[in-house]
């Protein structure tokens, strides 16, 4: 099959008429986008832009031979004048199937929130599941093809969720291209929102592009290796966990722990729960070789500052013991290995220290420099190494 998408913006499409925000106005040429519409082999259309004729022939289209036009939810934004010819649009209601003369098979496939998903297969077996705005699946045809689709147009920015739900099913698998479509304001602006899906095994195209269904080499590697670096309160746990977000049963690391009597450190580890999603299972140890040795779902350590903490509580280092600073070396140097060595997608956190501030006690002095040496040994062991400042991620490596 070969998909033509003549919009893949949120239903008010990009930028969304009289929005003075930075995104909007960021949204010029190639980022503008118009509602999503998708022309599957000339002869189906999901949802409908305005314009549509006029979008088909940007693309290098044409909607005559147009034989069924289904919608998914109801339209939002301005009316949409159907071109003469084109057959009045309708839905398929839940659970049925709809085969056209030209091969293709269309089930309705039901979604969490107001609207209809279809997953379309061509004539030659090849299958797309395609979501409305805001939905993710509700459940999963019992007596369809369970293995991955290959491809899926949905809202991955607003449901990274129910990305991780699919790959739970084993309805997206390692060669799905995933499509991020019903891209609106409330994303990034570019290329923020290419990297933000890369780390999610998305992507998003231009309007117009004609993708073929099937064809693997498009589809992004989510890097295996990230570390996240930051300051205070830079955002960085927040995109360490939304780099994570649409991957089914990740496993949170604290190793924080607990501090008795601090209302404080109670509050921080509360909110940081809270923004989990529930699939999320949390261990709270410092022990991380092991985790990184086991084979498992993804893995979220928050934070190596903490684990260093840890590591030079145990070698009595804040006292000056003898010893301690070779004891750390030695640990750092574990970690690192065990870093290179998992086969785990892994994410972890740490404090980016010094910028030039001297702390004022040797004590300080020793744990910025162990902080520094270790967040070096595990960036010359990842993939990808950021850094957040003010919410921002910048790519290092």
Known sequence: MEITLLGTGGPRGLPVPGCPCAVC??????????????????????????????????????LSGVRQVLLTHPQAGPPVDLPPGLPAPGRVPEGERLTSLTGHR????????????????????????????????????????????????????????????????????????????????DAP???????RLGAAGARAVPDGRTLTVGEYEAVPDVPRRTLVLGGARSGKSAEAERRLSAFPGV??????????????WAARVRLHRERRPATWRTVETCDLLPLLAEDGPPLLVDCLALWLTHVMDAAGAWQDAPGADREID????????????????????SNEVGSGVVPATASGRRFRDALGRLNTAVAAESEHVLLVVSGLALRLR
């Open 330 to 349: 030695h640990r750092t140097a574990e970690l690192a290995a065990a870093w290179r060595a998992t086969r785990r997608t892994v994410v972890a956190v």
């Open 189 to 195: 602006p570019e290329p923020e929102l290419h990297r």
């Open 251 to 264: 496993v949170y690391v604290a190793t924080g722990g607990t501090r008795d009597g601090d209302a404080e």
């Open 106 to 185: 269309v089930l309705a496939v039901p979604v969490d929130a107001p609207g209809t998903g279809y997953e379309v297969t061509g004539p030659a077996g090849d299958r797309l599941l395609y979501l409305p705005p805001g939905c993710g699946p509700a459940g999963l045809s019992s007596d369809g093809d369970p293995a991955p689709y290959d491809m899926v147009l949905l809202d991955v920015v607003g449901r990274p969720d129910a990305l991780a739900r699919l790959r739970a099913a084993g309805a997206v698998g390692a060669t799905t291209d995933v499509i991020a479509v019903h891209l609106g304001h």
């Open 25 to 62: 106005s960021a949204a010029v040429a190639s980022a503008a986008r118009a509602p999503v519409s998708l022309l599957v082999d000339g002869t189906l259309l999901l949802d409908l832009t305005p314009g549509p004729a006029l979008a088909a022939a940007r693309a290098g289209r044409t």
